[in-house]
Structures are given as structure tokens and as C-alpha cells.
């Protein structure tokens, strides 16, 4: 299958050092695409079924391989897009840059933490020299504002507890 004859979610050819957004069931899985069909990306060996694999398993890794693979079988059966999402904010680096820090990080074992260290940092430094994941930065925020709210509901049982016990209180 050619890497074009799969499912797009743009229309859009990727050119080398363009980002994969790759769509899995609840998260994106991010690649750099080398050109001639192929892309670099981070893979946890601990996700069962390899690079297709929609598998949260990946949070317990600790580490990663830094992988070239024909970008049809990192896709698999899930959809993608050309994602140079922050073109707009950061300097892309020199094509050739990119692709030359990307070769020549294949085949390394790396650290893997889900919250810092993932496969959308990766692409992004590789990219933009800079560590950025836009997914992390929407659960942190999301984990913050659960328990700012966890919070409140916490202050607000706390002082319905104290009327209550103030009322008990009167009422002997």
C-alpha cells in the first residue's frame, strides 16, 4: 500500500520535517515524517502491538526507542494529518537539520515520562528545538481545574459541616 492510499484527515502530502498527528482512541501519537514514506517517532517497547497499538500501556514505560518506520504502518488503521501546529510561534529549524538530528537519533533507547518526556516532545524538539506537548499542557490544566473544584466542594462541605455543628450546638 502506498503511503498515500491510506486515510487522510487532510488532503495535505507531508514534506520532510512536517509533524505526524497521528489520532488514536483518546490520544494523538506524534512522528516527523523523513520523506520517501517514512517517519521517526518515539515507540515504547511496553505498548503491546507495536506502533498501531491504541494502548494507554505506554504510561507505565520508562523508556522509549527512537524509531524509523514506513509512516503506513505507524498509521495503521487510524487517521492523520500534516500538523505544524506552532509554525505560527516558533522558527521551524533548517529542513536539513531536522532530518539530520532525527537519523541520527535512530535506534536510541531514551528516557520516557508521559507528562514531559513523550512522543510529541520529541517531535517538537526535533522541529522547533524546543520540548512542547500540547496534550500534556490540556491535562495539566484540566487536572488543575478537578482539583481547584475538588477544592471548593471541600471548603464547601468543610463550612456546612460547621453551621450544622453550630446548630446542634444552639439547639442544646
Aim: hydrophobic fraction near 35%.
Amino acid at each position: 500500500m502506498s503511503e498515500y492510499a491510506m486515510s487522510y484527515y487532510y488532503s495535505e502530502k507531508p514534506k520532510p520535517g512536517d509533524l505526524i498527528e497521528i489520532f488514536r482512541t483518546g490520544y494523538s501519537h506524534w512522528a516527523l515524517y523523513l520523506g520517501n514514506g517514512y517517519v521517526v517517532h518515539l515507540a515504547p517497547p511496553c505498548e503491546i502491538g507495536g506502533a498501531t497499538a491504541s494502548s494507554i500501556v505506554s504510561v507505565y514505560c520508562e523508556k522509549a526507542i527512537i524509531k524509523k518506520e514506513r509512516l503506513c504502518d505507524v498509521v495503521g488503521d487510524s487517521q492523520y494529518r500534516v500538523n505544524n501546529k506552532y509554525d505560527k510561534k516558533y522558527d521551524p529549524l533548517p529542513v536539513d537539520i531536522i532530518l539530520k538530528k532525527a537519523k541520527e537519533a535512530i535506534g536510541e533507547e531514551v528516557p520516557y515520562k508521559l507528562m514531559s518526556q513523550n512522543c510529541e516532545h520529541f517531535v517538537t524538539r526535533l522541529r522547533y528545538d524546543i520540548e512542547k506537548s500540547e496534550q500534556v499542557d490540556i491535562a495539566k490544566a484540566a487536572l488543575g481545574t478537578a482539583a481547584g473544584v475538588l477544592g471548593v466542594i471541600g471548603i464547601a462541605g468543610a463550612i456546612a459541616y460547621m453551621f450544622s455543628k453550630n446548630e446542634r450546638h444552639r439547639e442544646k
